[in-house]
């Protein structure tokens, strides 16, 4: 025997139901109201539409400027949290963390670099260390060599210049409050062939640069220790 349609077991329970309870109000045979089972609609089912989550709320991220103020001279009053919604500095590391060097061209292609494996997730949700990096402009620099590149005055023929000794300050603030962490000096410790670009658009003095080592190892107990 073939399944059962809905629509004719409802009516067999409505039959059975009428039999069992008291006289029914009589109405002959039901005229052209009466419905046969096959007459009978079937019940419709939907199933709901599927909920799409909510998108995460976007979260303030804070630019270079606001976190770090770069401006001379620098206030730390002025320094503002880089992700006010952000995780606290707390617990064991790693604690995902970010670089930011004084806005000079160029500046972020050049060393140092955070090491691989400290920087936060790809939106950034989880950064708990804002590294700022600034000149030293009371640093007495001198010339530690000379070094070529292709370029110049208006980008023709070959380039030839000075490179300085420099030295720069870091100032370490946790992501979410900008509170600071530490503030030490490094450095430049590049030699000129490494210091220079292999190209440039004018002549200028070249200044040493702090290796991404360096960097590394004076970061290292604020980024993978326990907090």
């Avoid at 096959?38 to 991220?61: C, F, I, N």
């Avoid at 062939?193 to 590394?216: G, M």
């Amino acid at each position: 025997m073939g399944r059962v349609r809905r629509g004719v077991a409802g009516l067999v329970l409505v039959v059975a139901a009428g039999l069992a309870g008291p006289a029914a109000c009589s109405g002959g045979d039901g005229g052209d109201d009466a419905k046969g089972p096959e007459d009978a609609s079937p019940t419709s089912s939907h199933d709901p539409l599927p909920r799409t989550p909510p998108p995460p709320a976007r979260q303030t991220v804070r630019s270079s400027e606001e976190v770090c103020d770069f401006k001379e001279p620098f206030e730390a009053g002025k320094v503002k949290a880089y992700l006010p919604e952000g995780p606290a500095y707390d617990g064991p590391g790693p604690h995902p963390a970010v670089l930011f060097k004084d806005e000079v061209p160029g500046a972020e292609s050049e060393p140092p670099y955070l090491p691989d494996g400290w920087d936060p997730a790809y939106d950034n949700h989880d950064t708990q260390l804002v590294v700022c990096q600034y000149d030293d402009w009371e640093h007495p620099s001198r010339t530690v060599g000379t070094c070529t590149y292709l370029g110049g005055a208006n980008n023709t023929g070959d380039g030839e210049v000075d490179v300085q000794s420099a030295r720069y300050i870091y100032r370490v603030f946790e992501a979410a409050t900008g509170e600071p962490v530490t503030t030490f000096a490094l450095d430049g410790t590049t030699s000129p062939e490494q210091t220079c670009p292999d190209s440039a658009l004018y002549i200028a003095d070249d200044f040493q640069l702090v290796t991404t080592e360096a960097l590394a190892d004076k970061l290292r107990p604020y980024v993978t220790g326990r907090r």
